[in-house]
């Protein structure tokens, strides 16, 4: 582990933050069945209308369902629309 991302780690851990502050985890924050917003992601692997594959830091999130569209993204989180049915986290 990089030294900054391990003092990152040891500054959330000392003061008990919540562990997606240290920038390293994945946030997946869903309302309802119909939108989520994922934080925290490197790139996308695959994008249909039923499935979007993306990699995290620490492994890969896939989502899947039905009209499944990227609504839009940034360099840190996007926001994903549709019907969604299931998400799978894959851990490296």
């Known amino acids: 582990m990089e030294k900054n991302r391990l003092w990152k780690k040891q500054v959330v851990t000392a003061l008990e933050l919540a562990p997606d502050l240290d920038g390293g985890e994945t946030k997946i924050s869903l309302t309802g069945s119909g939108e989520a917003v ?40 996007m926001k994903i629309t549709g019907a969604i049915s299931s998400i799978l986290l894959q851990q490296k």
Do not use: A, F, H, P
């Open 38 to 77: 994922i934080e925290n992601y490197k790139g996308i692997l695959q994008y249909t209308d039923s499935e979007i594959l993306l990699q995290s830091l620490r492994g890969k999130v896939l989502l899947r369902g039905r009209n499944l569209e990227i609504v839009w993204y940034t360099s840190l989180e």
